[in-house]
Nanobody, 121 residues
Framework: QVQLVESGGGLAQPGGSLRLSCVAS????????MGWYRQAPAKERELVAR???????NDADSVKGRFSISLDVAKNTVYLQMNSLKPEDTAVYFC???????????????WGQGTQVTVSS
């Protein structure tokens, strides 16, 4: 099985920065893409950004110019650099990946447990 583990969340001041990391481990043959989603209290989970080995697939308008996603395939790790943080960025951030096991072309969807990001003064 594949496991995704997020880290890097915490408390930041408005205008501050945080860097989230998500490491995939387990039976990994190939990663199609990885991404970040977030969910604030009483709100639906929303896409923040997605990326493949060929580049960024998409990102949310609300984070453009502030957040940057990157992927290190060799380390099975996706990052989210968050700058100019705003209180409305407060949410649980979830890592997502589509990964095929070794020797297969069957990509499955995986989710991490999430990491809390709180932006407050």
């Amino acid at each position: 099985q594949v496991q995704l583990v997020e880290s890097g969340g915490g408390l930041a001041q408005p205008g501050g920065s945080l860097r989230l990391s998500c490491v995939a481990s387990g039976s990994i043959g190939d990663i199609w893409d990885m991404g970040w989603y977030r969910q604030a209290p009483a709100k639906e989970r929303e896409l923040v950004a997605r990326i493949s080995s060929r580049g960024v697939i998409n990102d949310a308008d609300s984070v453009k110019g502030r957040f940057s996603i990157s992927l290190d395939v060799a380390k099975n790790t996706v990052y989210l650099q968050m700058n100019s943080l705003k209180p409305e960025d407060t949410a649980v951030y979830f890592c997502n990946a589509r990964i095929a096991r070794p020797g297969t072309g069957n990509y499955r969807n995986y989710w991490g447990q999430g990491t809390q990001v709180t932006v407050s003064s």
